[in-house]
Structure formats: C-alpha cells, structure tokens
C-alpha cells in the first residue's frame, strides 16, 4: 500500500485508487463474480492490469477469492466484511456526483448498501 501519511483518508483513498477499482468494488456488492464476468463489466480494462488490481484489493483486505479445485480452476471473488463497508460510501458518492455535478447514476443502485447507510447513524468527526 502507498504511504498514508498519517491520515485515515488517504488511507482509504490509496486502497481505493486504480483506475478500475472502484468499479470492481462497486459490482461485487451486487454479487460474488468469477474474473471473466468482472472483466466484462468493465470494457476497456486488460487482463493484466484488472489481474494487477484484484491481488492489491485482496492484498488491502477488501476482497477475498474463493478457489474451487477444478480444472480448470474456479476462482470466485467476493466482498470481505471491510469491502462491504464501503459500499454505503460509495451509494453516498454517487449521491453527491449527481445533487452537484448533475452526473445520473448509470449504474444499478445495491439496495442494501442504501438501505444499510441511512440506518447507519452519522458519525460526528471532532476536528
């Protein structure tokens, strides 16, 4: 992971930062996917570079991979416990994107993910 500087949001804002990450996170809160559906959800991206991209979300504990030993063999990615928290912020950045810089969603919204961030109570942050 890149130097966080002593700031839990740049912190997080390095985990996150690759071109094709947030998306990978985005999609596997709808639901575990094998790396041929991620990769078609995503045009554009090479298999290298999405290969690359996996190991370090995995490596950031942000998603885990299931092997199932066949042949060839069946690898499954899914959210771990700390990918899934941050599905509720990215709902909230989507929200923000669209109230100020008019951008629609285009993507399908996780009902859980809404539904989990307006249960959750707002945390103050003391400056």
Known sequence: ?????GCPVQGTI???????KVLVVWHLGFMPRRFAEIRRLLPGVSEKVLTTQLRQLEKDGV????IKPSVPPQVTYYLSKAGDDLIPMMTDLCHWGTRNLGIPPNLPMI???SMRSKSRPRKSIAA
């Open 1 to 5: 992971m890149k130097a966080n500087f």
């Open 111 to 113: 009902r859980k993910a």
């Open 14 to 20: 390095n985990v996150l930062s690759g071109k094709w």
């Open 63 to 66: 998603i885990q991979r299931k």
